[in-house]
């Protein structure tokens, strides 16, 4: 099955405890994003990247932290600084050319208790 | 800066009647605009782009630079077609998407 995929399904945190949420994709993109979606917020840009080994900061970067090791990989660390954490965790690729479409997964929703 | 704005939260029609989700856009140069949809329990996904001029599901979406909208509509509305919309400025100049806050649209019985 190709395409995107983001595990788990559903994450629980305990309160100062680092978590990582992982992002796989088949579809041989360059680019990779990592959004936050807050009912009446959005889709908020946290980290993407273009390439290999380079992320580039997005919107509410502060208390995350990502990797691109590898092409097919973009994981996000939400650390003990994310003040706020609890939230559903949505990662995208896409190719890196203009105006392109961006393929989703299904989400993380993460759960702080 | 590139922004997209989506000034209804949420809006709620009856089925069969004309259905309307605004976007406005803050872009320099000539944008290229996407409206992407997310049905309960199913991933977002992309509804239809600026530049193909097509019609999905019936919903159609005209670019007016006069007054930088992209409004998603829709002559007769479905249930079906409950669920979240954004409206979005694909990646371009080695820039990031950009997302509307969404508009929740419910299409009652």
């Known amino acids: 099955d190709g395409g995107i995929t983001q595990s788990p399904k559903y994450l629980f945190r305990k309160e100062g405890q680092n978590v990582t949420l992982s992002c796989e994709q088949n579809l041989n993109h360059d680019a990779m994003y990592w959004y936050r979606q807050d009912p009446g917020q959005g889709l908020r840009l946290i980290y993407y990247s273009q390439i290999v080994n380079d992320f580039q900061k997005g919107d509410i970067a502060e208390g995350y932290s990502v990797s691109r090791e590898k092409k097919e990989s973009f994981p996000l660390t939400v650390t003990s600084a994310q003040k706020n954490p609890t939230a559903f965790y949505l990662c995208a690729s896409s190719f890196l050319v203009m105006n392109t479409e961006a393929f989703f997964g299904q989400g993380t929703r993460l759960t702080v208790v | 800066a590139q922004r997209v704005t989506q000034p209804e939260k949420l809006l709620s029609v009856f089925k069969g009647a004309p259905v309307e989700l605004k976007c406005n856009y803050s872009y320099s140069g000539s944008p290229e605009l996407f409206w992407y949809v997310q049905y309960s329990r199913q991933r977002l996904q992309l509804l239809l782009r600026h530049i193909s001029r097509e019609s999905i599901k019936g919903f159609t979406a005209d670019l007016n630079k006069g007054e930088t909208s992209f409004h998603l509509k829709k002559p007769f509305a479905q249930e079906e077609d409950s669920a979240m919309y954004y409206c979005?400025?694909?990646?371009?100049?080695?820039?990031?998407?950009?997302f509307g806050a969404g508009t929740r649209l419910t299409v009652k019985p």
């Open positions: 979005a400025l694909p990646p371009h100049n080695n820039n990031d998407m950009r």
